[in-house]
Structures are given as structure tokens and as C-alpha cells.
């Protein structure tokens, strides 16, 4: 069965600061997706990015860059240049994509950028 | 605005009653999935329906059931409800691409 850890609970950042969410996975996949979600104090969950794991290439997203390393089934997100609305709860999530999709998501990182 | 729409969006009742929450996917979003998220919690996944089938099961208790009609939108009922069952219901849709899942805003269940 797949996991998704996020060890990190809370975290908080100065702004203009950049701060890195950790997040681990495990999986027997070879092809599967990874996610980072957003959810503002609204709860609406926002995707941030997503990494295909057949690429090698880090995914980017403006701020918002992650590190994949499959081998260590990390995938961690790295915000640059921190603001205050990115104070949010950040989910990782796996989905793999042989037989039936289903998301795993981690328990989440609160997030506090303060100013 | 993700596209999915959730009905409705607060909605307070009492122990041992049932409701029901309404979920439109995305215009041509064949899947739907359903979350439950308690108070700080992470999203605990329930059930997806893929095209008007159930496609997986989630920790979904039995009181519990769902459905996606031949419109697509999908419900999902809650019975003998009990004061653990607050929470915030996500419905979620995902496109033929099968990656990225849509979220709607939610429904805020209070159970008194």
C-alpha cells in the first residue's frame, strides 16, 4: 500500500524568506504522480504543482519549485520569495496510475509566512 | 473557481439524522471523489465513481453511501449520523488526463 509522510506539522517563514516543505512516499509504482496542495484559511484546495515521475526534470511553477528524488521517494517543495498569502495548510499527495486511481495524501504542513 | 460546484455549503443537523450533499464535476470530468476532512486533519479519501460506477473504496464507514447518477453529479448520503461525523466533505473531479483532481469549495457538516 502506498504512504505519504509529511513530518513537518508546522513551519513558518519570514516573507521574502524561502522555506522548504518535506515530503515522503512509499510505493512499489514505477509510474505514478506526486502533488502539492494548497488549502487557505478559505479551505479550498488549490494545486500548486505536480511532478510526473517518468521525469527527471524538476517540475517549477513561478515561487514554487519542488525537489524529486525518486530514488529516495522524496519530493519536497521549495517556496521562494515567501508572501503572506502563502500561509496555507500544504498537502503532498501520490497518485499512481496503473489500476484504479486513488490519491494518498499526507497529513499536511501548516504553513505561517510572517511579515 | 475549480469548475466543481458543492451543495450545500454549511449545513447543521442533529445525531441520528441523515443528510445528503450534492457534487457537479467539472463539464466532461468523468470521475468524482469524495473526502472527509475533521477539524486540522488531513483528507481521508471515501469513494470514487468513475462514469456512474463505483471505482474505489476509502475508509468509508457503512452508515455511509454514495452515488453518481447518468448526469454525472453524484451524492453522497450520510446516515445515523453521530457528533464525530463533523466535518468538511470535499468532492473532487478529475479529467480524462487522470492527474490533477478539481476540488469544489466543500460542505461544512455540523452534527449537534
Known amino acids: 500500500a502506498q504512504t505519504v509522510t509529511q513530518s513537518q506539522p508546522e513551519m513558518s517563514v519570514q516573507e521574502a524568506e524561502t522555506v522548504t516543505l518535506s515530503c515522503t512516499y512509499d510505493t512499489s509504482e514505477s509510474n505514478y504522480y506526486l502533488f502539492w496542495y494548497k488549502q487557505p484559511p478559505s479551505r479550498q484546495m488549490i494545486l500548486v504543482i505536480r511532478q510526473e515521475a517518468y521525469k527527471q526534470q524538476n517540475a517549477t511553477e513561478n515561487r514554487f519549485s519542488v525537489n524529486f528524488q525518486k530514488a529516495a521517494k522524496s519530493f519536497s517543495l521549495k517556496i521562494s520569495d515567501s508572501q503572506l498569502g502563502d500561509t496555507a495548510m500544504y498537502f503532498c499527495?501520490?497518485?499512481?496510475?496503473?489500476?484504479?486511481?486513488?490519491?494518498?495524501f499526507g497529513t499536511g504542513t501548516r504553513l505561517k509566512v510572517l511579515a | 473557481d475549480s469548475g466543481v460546484t458543492q451543495t450545500p455549503k454549511h449545513l447543521i443537523t442533529a445525531t441520528g439524522q441523515r443528510v445528503t450533499l450534492r457534487c457537479s464535476p467539472r463539464s466532461g470530468d468523468l470521475s468524482v471523489y469524495w473526502y472527509q476532512q475533521s477539524l486540522d486533519q488531513g483528507l481521508q479519501f471515501l469513494i470514487q465513481y468513475y462514469n456512474g460506477e463505483e471505482r474505489a473504496k476509502g475508509n468509508i464507514l457503512e452508515r455511509f453511501s454514495a452515488q453518481q447518477f447518468p448526469d454525472l453529479h453524484s451524492e453522497l448520503n450520510l446516515s445515523s449520523l453521530e457528533l464525530g461525523d463533523s466535518a468538511l466533505y470535499f468532492c473532487a473531479s478529475q479529467g480524462l488526463a487522470g492527474d490533477e483532481q478539481f476540488f469544489g469549495p466543500g460542505t461544512r457538516l455540523t452534527v449537534l
Open positions: 499527495a501520490f497518485m499512481k496510475t496503473s489500476g484504479t486511481y486513488k490519491y494518498i
